[in-house]
């Protein structure tokens, strides 16, 4: 069982940044690994995702542009940074991962985002 830790969620008013990070207890060596969130109202949505070998990155269409999402140098851990943030990105924010495509069997607890107008 992998075990993923996030941190960095909490309150910031709009137009401010949050950078969230994830790491995953070692050994363990993913296929790719992906933040969703779950915002009030909508269903769970995937917000990015980094493809472990190459750094390949996909964004979903709210986050292109405001968030970046990179892998830490040294361990199995990434990095959300998230830019330019609403009220609509207010939510539980998610980290998951897996070792083959599509798949993500192991996440994380979940950590709050809160964005006041």
């Known amino acids: 069982q992998v075990q993923l830790t996030e941190s960095g969620g909490g309150s910031v008013q709009a137009g401010g940044s949050l950078r969230l990070s994830c790491a995953a207890d070692?050994?363990?060596?993913?296929?790719?690994m992906a933040w969703f969130r779950q915002v009030p109202g909508k269903e769970r949505e995937m917000v990015a995702s980094?493809?472990?070998?190459?750094?390949?990155?996909w964004y979903n269409h709210f986050a292109e542009g405001r968030f970046n999402l990179f892998k830490d140098a040294g361990k199995v851990a990434v990095f959300l940074e998230m830019n330019s943030l609403t009220p609509e990105d207010t939510g539980v924010y998610y980290c998951?991962?897996?070792?083959?495509?599509?798949?993500?069997?192991?996440w994380g607890q979940g950590t709050q985002v809160i964005v006041s107008s």
């Open positions: 070692d050994p363990f060596s993913p296929y790719v």
């Open positions: 980094i493809r472990w070998n190459g750094g390949y990155t």
């Open positions: 998951a991962t897996g070792r083959v495509p599509g798949k993500y069997p192991y």
